[in-house]
């Protein structure tokens, strides 16, 4: 089924979620794995289960019900911006245990009355660099970086286009003075993290000069790097390869290439259950109760049939 919060949340269980999670990680799109470590019933989550959150802000698998779903993704993508592991334990704050220092828990005073703990493990995406040209510095750039474990393409100028690249993707052009414009402009409409080309600053300005001439805004052009990679004065087309990825490995040390995560759908206002505590947010979809004194909404009908019965309007 598809959510209009959630993004897709495809029926995957077991270790189809496994096998989801490596076709992520073979087309570089960053994400988090969840597994259920611990449970004490009753809850819908059983241990083993898992679940995958990628960072364009889809959902594969099954973790938990109604309560632990929000909680899941809002963790999920706190952990994608993190970097870092963690566990999450979630139900009656009685109920958590001896956790472990740095778990994060979050009380929830759900119907079924259970408790889970959720490890979630980011994984992040190795950069995506896209060399354009087939000179001995674009082999040699592709060959240094493959060493690095990163994900290239190396392609001639005939055989780039946009859609090679995405918003995470780099893109380095080599194509030495054949069809640079047109590589550019092309590889420009897809808003890379970084755009690099092998020239001379004169050169570098003729381009830019080109461009602008045809329609690219001045924030456009400025984020072409001209000459690429750091400048160690007058090196040789091997040395010239070693600059660019120094650059590179620079610039994602800075955070340059981190991950973007995609925003949800526009924020839908928020209650809390006066049942049980939770957070919930406000749709149609939504348990709620319309009192003299203003609508209330909860988590689930469970909740709404007992605050309904508090109230004498059962």
Do not use: N
């Not at 979620?17 to 799109?29: C, D, H, I, M, P």
């Not at 958590?96 to 995406?125: H, K, N, T, W």
């Not at 149609?284 to 209330?296: D, Y």
């Amino acid at each position: 089924m598809t959510d209009p919060e959630f993004g897709a949340h495809q029926p995957v269980e077991g270790w189809g979620v496994l096998e989801r999670a490596t076709e992520l990680a073979r087309s570089g799109e960053a994400f988090v794995l969840a597994t259920v470590v611990w449970r004490e019933g009753p809850t819908s989550g059983q241990r083993g289960s898992r679940a995958i959150y990628t960072a364009s802000g889809e959902m594969h698998g099954w973790i938990g019900g109604a309560c632990a779903e929000p909680v899941f993704i809002r963790e999920a993508i706190a952990t994608l911006e993190a970097g870092t592991p963690r566990l999450l334990a979630l139900g009656a704050s009685d109920r958590f245990g001896d956790l472990p220092q740095g778990a994060a828990a979050v009380a929830m005073s759900c119907q079924s009355e259970g408790a889970l703990q959720i490890y979630l493990e980011p994984v992040v995406a190795v950069p995506h660099l896209v060399i354009v040209g087939s000179s001995p510095m674009a082999t040699t750039l592709a060959a240094l970086a493959r060493q690095l474990d990163w994900r290239v393409e190396l392609v001639s100028g005939s055989g780039f286009s946009e859609g090679l690249l995405s918003a995470q993707s780099i893109l380095v052009v080599a194509t030495q003075g054949h069809g640079d414009e047109e590589v550019l402009a092309a590889g420009l409409k897809a808003g890379p993290a970084y755009v690099g080309l092998v020239a001379s600053d004169r050169r570098g300005h003729s381009i830019r000069a080109r461009l602008a001439e045809q329609g690219f805004g001045d924030d456009q052009i400025e984020t072409v790097r001209v000459p690429a990679g750091l400048d160690l004065g007058s090196t040789t087309h091997k040395e010239v390869a070693v600059s660019i990825l120094a650059e590179l490995v620079q610039l994602r040390a800075q955070g340059a290439f981190a991950v973007r995560i995609a925003p949800r759908a526009a924020a839908r206002p928020t209650a809390v259950d006066p049942v049980c505590g939770m957070t919930v947010e406000v749709d149609a979809a939504a348990a709620s109760l319309e009192l003299a004194e203003g609508t209330f909404y909860f988590c689930c009908a469970g909740c709404r049939t007992s605050y309904a019965r508090q109230r004498g309007v059962a």
